[in-house]
């Protein structure tokens, strides 16, 4: 028994991909189509209206079907209010529960749209019957009651455009290669970075410990002091390696400045641990004067918030360290909040971490040695990603070299 | 001023490169010595005596060179009582304190040799005056009033002999290539594991997701069926994935018997969450039917413990994650007690975690398709083990195979 | 001063993305376009028709911009004659020539459309007057007087479209990744080839010596003495190594069957190139008895031809290796007339080789332990690739059983 | 039946790793061995001597073993005239020849000791009994009538010695990691390679077309400029991309100052080789000032003689491309002769290729995006090399600075 149903989609639904990503997956999934209407934007800057007849066997295989094309932004021509069912118990969440994407998402309640606020890949929605608004929420945080939405109906989603102007961001997009010129890269970056901070910007820099081994550490505490940096995600390796090179000098016990191994260089990272928790954290280290140069020291300095979140290699750890992995989430999605751009350098687990907390609209840049992890990072669905195989210790010089640079090239920056 | 002291190796000190690596070190950071008297065993199986005069110019120096050359097993001639002082407070430990190898270590404590327990990479040493013992611990550990041993006098470490018989282990050791004989190295390892299984060894695996997506779920749920494994190290990702792939026959929403993403299939892995939250933990869920077959299936049913620990980037988690990294650690520490071997499967984070714990006497197996993950995994000191690059999904199921054809062909076994 | 020209596109130009892309590059080189026709196929099986107006600020630009396009299919809606220069000399080409894409291409000359034959990426078009016929040709083929295609004018490309059916094909394209269930898809790779055989189907395989270090060489033999390779390429080493395996029953000095090195193993590729050199070829070697076995055995009795190209990092070489690049390109050339279906397994080099030989219809599967290789494969234009990130160690030796399994299944194969 | 055989060993045996390595190798291949005199040189300085009886069982496992051992530098203690064969005809060698090592090598011939010339890995030893010389010789090259060196006896290795001195290679060496100060690597090379040139040493690049497609062609252009480049070995990509990247300002058709691709780019490297075939050689292009810069016209304009050798992938190839692989290799090795340093960037093929010509003592430098590659090209036998994991687009520019500052700061440089 063949079961239609009418939906449409609207803006630049051509050039964006969005009307041939939607054929794709009906026919995908055994369904068809019939095209009812299709207005095409007769220039590049007019948006596109299209009506569709999506038919398949069966109501079950029509509705997979309406999901999966609702992601894409397409939506029935009449829009019903959001089904809400309240949760049983704590985490006890109702069977066939909505899961969002990362793109800016509405509901339809008591017949008018609200926002979903806070937006994040793979949560639930609750509705707040009483304010009137609607929020994503973490499975793990559903209470008793909550009012969960059930099913597509009523929700709206609406699919990133491919922006119309030229940027790194758009014509990198999706690539992953070594084979690009690196230098020419990294001025580009420098660029939007400069840009996003002129125009009040935020900027988030997740790191891994390597930062520190390839002897970057000085370029991104130089970030850091001249304003690059408005938060740093990382993890209890990172920050010991900057205290230990500090402090010694050395980076699990190499020499930065000569890149040979010291002696006694292996005890200098329980050493450096040692030495915060005799402090009793990483700010009362700099306060003490313990602390006097590195990435943490110019975080204390600058008022730079960071989350240290812990994991299960950790040695020590330091007591800035947050042990517990969901409330380090959520330490993280606090200060992710408001964030324009994320470079992530270096660490593939807590840069999926960050971007798993990531709208679809933050711009992020993946730089890692490694080219499968930084195709890993591109396809985890955002689409304003530029994805960079390049070593950290030649980079992040390379990149604190040209702010300094092109910030003085162009007076009445930052 | 040329300072000296007298130091003595004994053993299979030249063919295990014990001697060479000694003289190698004392080069390295500028010393000198003079071979005083060197009794080489006449025959493979003889071991030699070596007594060396270390000299260098300046106290702080030669102490330096001796605190190197301990670690290879080298001790003075007339050996001393460690040096003991008592913690301030909780973590605030005497500096110099002297930091553990992996290797079995004693220390001298009233003119007595006592084994170090516990030894684990990384960690002080604490005696217990009343009991007469001696405990590695773990920095965060130290309480007030410990008594930490502080520099390397009185502590002696066994560091490991070259094993005389040719066994995989030893053959392999050292060398990471994604060209060697895959099917003949599976075969030698299946061998290895029943030996150990024969001897009543214990068998831990450590598991990343790749296992479910590259679809050996079968293959790791029959060794845990068939007695292979006795504990399982993982995270959150593994057993979601394990558990999504049996309710949906999916694992990240793609179909594991056709390879194809299936309708709505991005949901799978929050409504399997969902399901474990609902029924209170995985074993409530085996006990109520919900789960019937998979990795962590097994796991319940054939009553191997198992250490899912939390990291940053997971969603939900399952009510089974310990969600402290530290309290993780204990766990994984508590359980790798008495493992002869660990096989570790497609995850840097968790095979390094246990790898950390591990004692350098015990059998790794270090599994990966990015090679630079398998030269990390064997660079942490760990001289007892082989890395194989290869494909989880291939590797695995043959690995299961091969178990099934010999145990059957050596009867008795198991 | 904008100039304008009317272009046409026809086909499944939606759902194969051909009309997004189009507009893509026409924005992407700053143009503009105006749709004057869209003529939407209703249902997913009707092709569709669309007419637009590019407009560019001066004619070079706009010149620029119909060339891009016209990869894409796009065609004036006037369509002239080609546009044939002489060469002035061997390999003096006139300025501005057409270069070709790997899909099909069409000439119009004295007002017919002709097809260009042995259509080939990065060739020229060359157009005998007499015949009327056009053919690619490489451009250190053109010799004086050759009639070059000069200009996109005249000239028609096909544009792949998606296909309608769901093959492995169709629904792995374009994604590299080593976390997808590795043995579905090698049942599926199985499934293929039989298919291609049972249809007549011609099947190259292009291998390198990694094979024979991972021991699936007997795999491949299997494969070739079943029928299921009609054309062999490779180079000097992948030739050696399996016959020294045959001879020694090593591979670069290391026993297959142990994992072993075995004494003196380090002298045996050279001995197997001297039992080669002193038979005269690996033909005569078979036929006296001096090879036995392995993959070039296997070649040599099944009548497989093989070509053998030589490389700057060759020792010997065997006789049968062609040392010149071009001769030995021409030679590959010469079998691939007519494949239907390429597996590459452990090569960059000569996969790259046969990739940049293959027209776009040819279905290849690329199978190497680098993401990086694979996804260097699948750039390079083909349409109809499948990278799979595997082991050949357990890739092949699992396939060769499928392709057992399958064939004995389906009674009346091969 | 037990057979013994006396050998004898002489040099910095016990630190340079060569005494445990000779016991290591007898007890692997079965043997046993009984130490009869053991002189150890009792300071750094000095060398020590051993005299060992060797042992197994049978005459041909005793062979083996010694044959092994003999590869260290062990040599029995009487030692008679090389064993001399002559070759039955072309390539047709005796059975059971000597293959070489890349470490210096004698012979005794007519009871005197005379160095093989122009030694190279896997090559087969010829002694002209007019001249009393012996030339390490290509088992292709060998002729009707050679007297080949079969058997190790009269045949003497020189092992090398680890170098007391702490040079960057020396503490480098063997190791193969990206998580190393690139910095300050990078400051350390430079300070080799002008001390190099400083001593009137003879530096060759070895380099890939990555070098162009990430940018960092003029740093290798200005490298060679300023008289840091003796010899470039190279292929057509190389060559092609760098003549592009003059031309028109692009690489594989992307504008290497924005990173994005240009209209009509894909048409560039084709139309590059066209100009240089219309030219006749890249030299002539030079003279016609069609090329005006870049690395190729940098090595034309300063006299340094480069190597383009060709491969089965090749587009054109330029006529300047030695199309025979064994002519392009003895174009190498004539070019080799003499040089004291290589650097390897970016490129596998042409860099085995080289590093199978080089005796063991010159130094090597390998820099890859992929450690895999490095870890590969460690393992060829070099031991005075060091493998740097890093970005060539990144690496290059940091170079060329470093050497600019470096020979600015020490006057009378070059």
Redesign the interface.
């Known amino acids: 028994m063949v079961e239609t149903q009418e939906i449409e989609l609207r803006g630049h639904i051509?050039?964006?991909?969005i009307?041939?990503q939607l054929?794709?997956r009906?026919?995908?999934?055994g369904g068809?189509?019939?095209?009812l209407v299709?207005e095409?934007?007769?220039?590049?800057t007019d948006t596109s209206y299209a009506r569709l007849r999506i038919a398949a066997t069966g109501k079950e295989?029509l509705k997979?079907?309406l999901?999966?094309v609702h992601r894409l932004g397409a939506r029935p021509v009449e829009v019903m209010d959001v089904h809400l069912v309240p949760a049983e118990a704590d985490?006890?969440?109702p069977?066939g529960?909505y899961?969002t994407s990362n793109h800016p998402t509405q509901v339809k309640y008591n017949g008018e749209w609200i926002p979903v606020e806070a937006i994040e890949m793979?949560f639930l929605i609750v509705v707040d019957p009483v304010k009137k608004t609607a929020k994503a929420e973490?499975?793990?945080k559903i209470r008793k009651g909550n009012l969960v939405v059930v099913g597509e109906q009523g929700v709206s989603v609406t699919y990133p455009e491919?922006p119309?102007e030229?940027s790194?961001f758009e014509?990198?997009h999706g690539t992953?290669?070594?084979?690009?010129?690196?230098?020419?890269?990294?001025a580009?970056i420098a660029k939007e970075i400069i840009e996003v901070r002129k125009n009040g910007g935020k900027i988030a820099v997740v790191g891994g410990?390597?930062i520190i081994?390839?002897?970057?550490a000085k370029a991104l505490a130089s970030m850091v002091r001249n304003g690059y940096v408005n938060v740093l995600f990382a993890?209890n390796a990172l920050a010991t390696h900057d205290i230990e090179n500090c402090l010694y000098g050395t980076?699990?016990g190499?020499d930065?400045?000569?890149?040979?191994?010291v002696?006694?260089g292996?005890?200098h990272?329980?050493?450096a641990?040692?030495e915060i928790?005799?402090a009793g954290s990483i700010r009362k280290a700099v306060e003490k004067g313990v602390i006097k140069s590195g990435i943490m020291y110019e975080c204390i300095k600058n008022n730079v918030p960071y989350v240290l979140?812990?994991?299960?290699?950790?040695?020590?750890?330091l007591?800035d360290v947050i042990?517990?992995?969901?409330?380090?989430?959520d330490a993280?999605r606090k200060q992710i909040e408001g964030c324009s751009m994320v470079l992530m350098v270096a660490t593939l687990?807590?840069s999926?971490?960050v971007g798993?907390c990531l709208p679809s609209s933050v711009k992020t840049i993946c730089v890692d040695?490694?080219?499968?992890h930084v195709?890993k990072l591109m396809?985890r669905g955002t689409t304003q990603a530029i994805g960079i195989?390049?070593?950290?210790?030649?980079?992040l010089?390379?990149l604190a070299q040209q702010l300094e640079i092109q910030s003085q090239a162009a007076p009445g920056k930052k």
């Open positions: 051509i050039d964006s991909g009307m041939m054929m794709d009906v026919m995908d999934l068809n189509f019939e095209i299709f095409v934007g007769k220039k590049k295989k997979a079907i999901s999966e985490h006890v969440v069977k529960f899961t793979d973490a499975l793990g491919r119309r030229q790194t014509f990198m992953v290669s070594s084979e690009r010129p690196s230098e020419t890269l990294i580009q410990p390597a081994h390839t002897g970057a993890g980076s699990l190499m930065i400045t000569t890149g040979k191994p002696m006694g292996h005890k990272h329980l050493y641990i040692s928790m005799r979140a812990g994991s299960i290699r950790d040695d020590g750890p007591p042990q517990d992995v969901m409330a380090a989430q993280m687990l807590h999926i971490a798993n040695i490694n080219p499968a195709t396809d195989v390049s070593d950290a210790g030649t980079f010089p390379l």
